[in-house]
């Protein structure tokens, strides 16, 4: 009981610590409290029985949720991996054990997320096949899977507009990587298919919200922008791609590596 205690005086602490933004703070203070829970005798992979034990499972659980939040805030992707990898045996393994998490569906979809922002996509894809059938259900499970079946059609307008429909503040930082992603993907193609674009394409292709930063973004990458337009510069264009429409010929290249991933 006094282990319990001491546990939960400690989450309390953390929970604090985020409440004020005091992420670096925060983070120390999970360190400490995962060492805590190890001297529990309920979560696994002991699983005794106790008196105590669906409270010292229940607040594992909330602790182990609550840092994969902080690692999303962090932008921490190897730290949200390990404490997802952890939380999960609760979704799996103790499910009988404890009420179900309202938490659940948020870190379950926002791992999905950070699949499709890693492009483990065969992952993703076996992740989706374990889950149990209410979780397809959720609007966070549902968003991920959407964005998966935009980005194998090729149709990025649709990604980019669902920055403004995600299901909870936390994806914020994954949808950006994505995005970025994407952008890079399609510039690849660009740069290869064509001699130059117009800014105004070259904006609309790379999902960018206004031509200075579709500017900014050619200038990083080494293109060289002048008079309205953005040079490949160092790239080799074909003649012929050059003769095709930019839209049909990205999208085109895309399909066909992303079909050529899921045969692999």
């Known amino acids: ?20 933004n005091d992420l670096s703070t925060a983070k120390r203070l999970l360190t400490t409290l995962k060492l805590k829970l190890t ?5 696994p992979p002991v699983y005794e029985r106790t008196p ?13 949720e609550q840092a994969v939040l902080l ?52 992952e993703f894809h ?16 549902q968003h991920a899977e959407l964005l998966e079946r935009w980005l194998m059609e090729g149709a990025y307008n649709k990604v980019l507009a669902a920055r403004d429909s995600m299901p909870d503040p936390a994806y914020a930082y994954l949808m950006e990587r994505l995005l970025t992603t994407v952008r890079e993907e399609i510039a690849g193609c660009s740069e290869r298919a064509y001699d130059s674009l117009s800014v105004a394409d070259a904006r609309k292709l790379m999902l960018f919200a206004s031509d200075q930063e579709a500017t900014a973004f050619a200038e990083e990458r080494g293109w060289e922008v002048k008079g309205g337009r953005v040079f490949f510069t160092g790239m080799e264009a074909s003649t012929d791609a050059a003769e095709l429409p930019s839209k049909e010929l990205i999208s085109h290249a895309l399909t066909y590596a992303r079909e050529l991933e899921r045969i692999v």
């Open 1 to 20: 009981m006094a282990k319990l205690a001491e546990a939960a005086k400690g989450f309390d602490q953390f929970k604090a610590a985020v409440a004020r």
């Open 39 to 43: 001297e529990l005798a309920a979560p």
């Open 52 to 64: 105590t034990s669906q409270q010292e499972l229940l607040l594992a659980r909330e602790v182990l």
């Open 71 to 122: 690692s999303v805030r962090l932008q921490d992707e190897a730290a949200f991996e390990r404490n997802f990898m952890q939380l999960k045996t609760y979704y799996t393994d103790s499910r009988s054990l404890l009420p179900a998490s309202k938490a659940e569906a948020l870190t379950t979809g926002l791992n999905l997320m950070r699949l499709l922002v890693q492009n483990r996509i065969a």
């Open 126 to 141: 076996t992740e989706l096949e374990v889950l149990p059938a209410e979780a397809h259900a959720s609007r966070d499970v």
